[in-house]
């Protein structure tokens, strides 16, 4: 078999060099192309602590999808005072416990609570929260936690991303101190890490270790108009087939009073100052900034996201 001649000195070392030479050629090219992919500003997809979008609907990917935002309020004050019912009569109502505003009696307007300290966090709430006081054996008993919750819920979404803040100055009273029984009554008592014990409309036997509970939902439909009514709850109505009625077209936020005492047992030595449990009942003067209200409802309600005391997501 005939062989190639073999390549002259010269012929060799030209075809050495034009390979090294396009060898640098394309390791150039390499380096440019991935000089100018690390220079390049990663995109909001490519960063995986990228801050919410908010303005174009983006709230990250941890956020937890529940319409909330809460305010806790610890224990204020006692006087048989309230300024809703009985307005400037001291003494007129039967003994109630106060929440938030430090100040809150009979005479109180809302330039004295959005001038006064509060118990609640977060401390921009100077909203009045007030309950009938709990007694056991005729002993007052005050909550030893009392959170109030701003929610979107029982309605349609569409209804909630619509939701409007409460109007400064909102009076409000939810439950019935008047309730003769049961039937009467929106009241929800249990036992906190006891669910085996059925809810009731009255006191319920906690086990030992555990709290008694209250539950109370305030109404989420407003008409839009009035900041109080002749008797301090038709300005408000609940929904309707998830929706709010023509009468009240103005969806708020859900207002949710949940008290935990630190009692338990025998239903038979509780009573409130209004009477049996069935007449539990809560009234609500808010005094919350409107600028922060406005805030919480459009971050945390109409997005349904879940918030913490700062109004921010959790």
Known sequence: MDRAA?????????RIVTAIGALLVLLGTYLVSATGQADAAPTRADRADAAPDRANGDFGTNVIRVA??????????????????????????HMHSFFGSTVTNAR???????NSPTTCNPRVDVSSYWVPT?????????PAIATFYYLGEGVRSDVVANTQPFPLGLRLVAGNAKAT????????????????????????????????ESYLDFPQCWNGRDLDSADHKSHLAYPVNQACPSTHPVHVPKLRQVLRYPVTGDPSRFRLASGPGYTMHGDF??????????????????????????????
Not at 187 to 202: E, F, I, M, Q, Y
Not at 286 to 313: F, L, S, T, Y
């Open 181 to 212: 029984g049961p039937n009467d009554s929106i009241a929800r008592w249990s036992c906190l890490h006891a669910g085996h014990v059925p809810p009731s409309k009255d006191f319920v036997n906690c086990p030992s270790g555990t709290m008694l």
């Open 6 to 14: 073999p390549l002259s000195g010269t012929h060799r070392r030209l």
């Open 285 to 314: 003067f808010n005094a919350w900034p409107v600028a922060e209200m406005a805030r919480r409802v459009q971050d945390c309600i109409r997005p349904v996201i879940k918030c913490g005391h700062d109004g921010r997501p959790i």
């Open 134 to 142: 709990l007694y056991r054996d005729n002993v007052p008993v005050e």
């Open 108 to 114: 109180t307007t809302l330039p004295d609570l959005v």
């Open 68 to 93: 909330e935002f809460p305010a806790d309020c610890t224990y204020s004050h006692r006087l048989p005072d309230d300024p809703i019912i009985f307005p400037g009569l001291p003494g007129a109502s």
